[in-house]
C-alpha cells in the first residue's frame, strides 16, 4: 500500500498533534514525527503544512533568537487549531473504526 496517499490525508491533524504537545520549529516537528513512525513523511510536506495550518489560523507563531545560527520560527495551536484536531481526532477515530470492522481485525490482530 501506498502509504504517501494516506499520509497526505492525515498530516494536517499529525502536525496539530505534536505540536500541540510541545511549541516547536519546522525542523523539530520533521523529527518527532519520523520519531513517532511516520518514517516516509517529507521536509517539505511538513513545511507547506505549516505555511496551510498558519494561514488558516489553526497555527501561531514567534521567532525565538538563537546564538548558534539563524532564528527558529517556532509554532504553536491556537484556539481554533486545537478545534480542528478535537475534530479530527473523532472523524479519524471513526474512520479507523469502519474500516477495523471492513477489513474484520476489529478486536484482533490482522493475518
Do not use: C, N
Amino acid at each position: 500500500m501506498d502509504t504517501s496517499q494516506l499520509l497526505k490525508g492525515v498530516l494536517d491533524l499529525a502536525v496539530l498533534a505534536v505540536v500541540v504537545e510541545e511549541d516547536a520549529y519546522g525542523y523539530d516537528i520533521v523529527r518527532r514525527l519520523r520519531e513517532a513512525g511516520l518514517d516516509d513523511v517529507g521536509d517539505a510536506s511538513v513545511y507547506g503544512t505549516l505555511r496551510r495550518l498558519f494561514r488558516s489560523g489553526s497555527l501561531s507563531s514567534y521567532v525565538v533568537p538563537s546564538d548558534e545560527g539563524p532564528h527558529r520560527k517556532y509554532y504553536a495551536v491556537t484556539p481554533s487549531g486545537r478545534q480542528a484536531l478535537s475534530t479530527g481526532t473523532k472523524t479519524w477515530r471513526h474512520f479507523a473504526d469502519v474500516l477495523d470492522d471492513l477489513l474484520g481485525t476489529s478486536g484482533r490482530a490482522a493475518a
